[in-house]
């Protein structure tokens, strides 16, 4: 059975870093009929949107979508297409696996951590007040008199909204994945002890979630200390689940504890699809050069193959792209002390020298 997937090229390096991920997936031998929807900087101009309806209506209709990264043109007034995407369709979790690779420079070496991270609410929920701006000071006033808290006429305000659908689902979501996945711990991570209210029944919801769950390990951690720990002791983790804001920090984190942008994937879920896509962006002083490291990208072929069920075919990707990032010949000037490094390999070189590894059926 082939998997109708719709594909999103991405602005920038976009097109090189994901078609070596289709060579790469389409490898394993599992068969998609990629339903390719343009987005983005190449279709602004000519649609006027960054994403048009018929790519949310294809990934609607196909229930998953992998993509390119998509820039965000300056000055112009649109927000992130990335985010919109997210918001449309609901796309509530936020995937990001770190992992180490030997061969990749890094002061880690035993990191295998997934952040969780709720996509929908917190502080990046979008309900913002400007300085000075008309209605502000009403907003002031009436959290002044219900709090009984003096806040300055001269400030903004961003409000923090967390719920107990959003924590529940989201916090369910990162136990699902551990079972799936065979993970043995699920840590909380919040700020309960200042933010009772908000962050605290984030808090209590994963404690109630995790009682359906007694055969996965569960605790907390103070995102703060959390922090601390993570570059102490990265190995004592498993899977994170965060609230928006703190999953969008500690999963960047995570990224630089294994070697960087370069090695991250992501996946965005929700209950109607699933978008995935590098955590890294378009990247645009290297469009066209066949330079930039395709094994983000890569890897999110993978986790989008872990998602469609095909743990075998990602395993195998997964185990190629060690492999060679282990032999350290054939992957892209990033990977190399000198970044001048005459022996690096371009990204498609890069992909072809993972396939080859596939097909040598060598596992790592
Ligand atoms: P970026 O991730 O594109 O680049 C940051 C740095 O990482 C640069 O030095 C870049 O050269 C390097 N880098 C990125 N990917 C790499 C790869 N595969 N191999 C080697 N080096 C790599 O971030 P930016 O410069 O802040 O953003 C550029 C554009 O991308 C912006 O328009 C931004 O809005 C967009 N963006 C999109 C997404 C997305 O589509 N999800 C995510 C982040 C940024």
């Not at 927000?79 to 880690?108: C, E, F, T």
């Not at 055969?215 to 993570?230: A, G, K, P, T, W």
């Not at 920090?249 to 995570?254: F, R, T």
């Amino acid at each position: 059975m082939a998997y109708d997937v719709t594909f999103i090229p991405g602005d920038g390096i976009g097109p090189e870093v994901s078609g070596a991920m289709r060579r790469v997936i389409e490898a394993t031998g599992i068969e998609f009929n990629w339903d390719v929807q343009e987005a983005g900087e190449a279709v602004l101009e000519r649609e006027g949107e960054l994403i048009p309806d018929r790519v949310l209506d294809s990934i609607r209709k196909n229930g998953v979508g992998i993509k390119g990264p998509l820039t965000t043109p300056v000055g112009t007034g649109f927000r992130s297409a990335n985010v919109a995407l997210r918001k449309a369709l609901d796309l509530y979790a936020n995937l990001r696996p770190s992992k180490s690779y030997p061969g990749v420079r890094s002061r880690y070496t035993s990191v295998d951590i997934v952040v969780v991270r709720e996509n929908t609410e917190d502080l990046y929920a979008g309900v913002e007040f400007e300085k000075d701006a008309e209605g502000t000071s009403e907003v002031i006033d009436f959290l002044r008199n219900a709090s009984g808290q003096p806040i300055r006429d001269d400030s903004a305000i961003s409000i923090k909204p967390i719920s107990v659908t959003g924590s529940e689902r989201i916090v369910r979501f990162a136990f699902e994945y551990a079972k799936a996945n065979n993970r043995k711990l699920v840590t909380a991570v919040h700020k309960a002890n200042i933010m009772k209210f908000s962050d605290g029944l984030f808090l209590e919801v994963a404690q109630n979630v995790a009682k359906d769950y007694p055969d996965i390990e569960f605790n907390d951690r103070i995102v703060d200390n959390l922090s601390m720990q993570m570059v102490s002791r990265p190995e004592e983790y498993d899977v994170l689940v965060l609230p928006n804001l703190y999953g969008d920090i500690i999963s960047d984190l995570c990224a630089g504890l294994v070697g960087g942008l370069g090695l991250a994937p992501g996946g965005n879920i929700g209950e109607n699809g699933a978008v995935f896509e590098p955590v890294h962006g378009s990247a645009p002083r290297y469009t066209g050069q066949n330079r930039v490291n395709p094994t983000a990208t890569i890897l999110t072929g993978a986790l989008m193959l872990r998602h469609l069920g095909e743990q075998d075919a990602a395993e195998r990707v997964e185990g190629a792209v060690a492999e060679v990032i282990r032999e350290g010949k054939d992957v892209t000037y990033d990977f190399k002390p000198d970044r001048n490094d005459p022996s690096a390999v371009g990204t498609q070189e890069m992909a072809d020298a993972i396939i080859k590894k596939m097909q040598s059926g060598k596992r790592s």
